[in-house]
Nanobody
Framework: QVRLVESGGGLVQPGGSLRLSCTAS????????MGWYRQAPGKQRELVAS???????NYADSVAGRFTISRDNAKNTMYLQMNSLKPEDTAVYYC????????WGQGTQVTVSS
C-alpha cells in the first residue's frame, strides 16, 4: 500500500518561503490528481492545491499567486513551493489523493511567525 511522507516544514517569518516535499513509497503515476492539504488548530482540513498527472493545477483562493504545486512522477514526489508566507498559513500540511485518499501521513508543521 502506498505511504506518503511529508517533509520540509519549519518556522519562518512572514514574507518568507518554504518548499514542502511529499514522497511516496511507491509510484504516484496511477494517481491522476494529487493534492496538498492543511489543517490549523480548531479548523477543518482544507485542500490547498492540487495537480494532475500532466500538470494541470488549481489553488485555493487563499494561496493563489503565492504557492506553486508541482510533481515529479519519475521521483514519486510532489512539491509545494510556498512564498510570501503569512501567519494564517500556519498549519500542519499533508499530501494525499483527492477523492481516493490513501492513509494520511504525519504531515509537516509550518509555522509563520515573527
Amino acid at each position: 500500500q502506498v505511504r506518503l511522507v511529508e517533509s520540509g516544514g519549519g518556522l519562518v517569518q512572514p514574507g518568507g518561503s518554504l518548499r514542502l516535499s511529499c514522497t511516496a513509497s511507491g509510484s504516484i503515476f496511477s494517481f491522476n490528481v494529487m493534492g496538498w492539504y492543511r489543517q490549523a488548530p480548531g479548523k477543518q482540513r482544507e485542500l490547498v492545491a492540487s495537480i494532475s498527472r500532466i500538470g494541470d493545477t488549481n489553488y485555493a483562493d487563499s494561496v493563489a499567486g503565492r504557492f506553486t504545486i508541482s510533481r515529479d512522477n519519475a521521483k514519486n514526489t510532489m512539491y509545494l513551493q510556498m512564498n510570501s508566507l503569512k501567519p494564517e498559513d500556519t498549519a500542519v500540511y499533508y499530501c494525499n489523493v483527492p477523492r481516493y485518499y490513501v492513509d494520511w501521513g504525519q504531515g509537516t508543521q509550518v509555522t509563520v511567525s515573527s
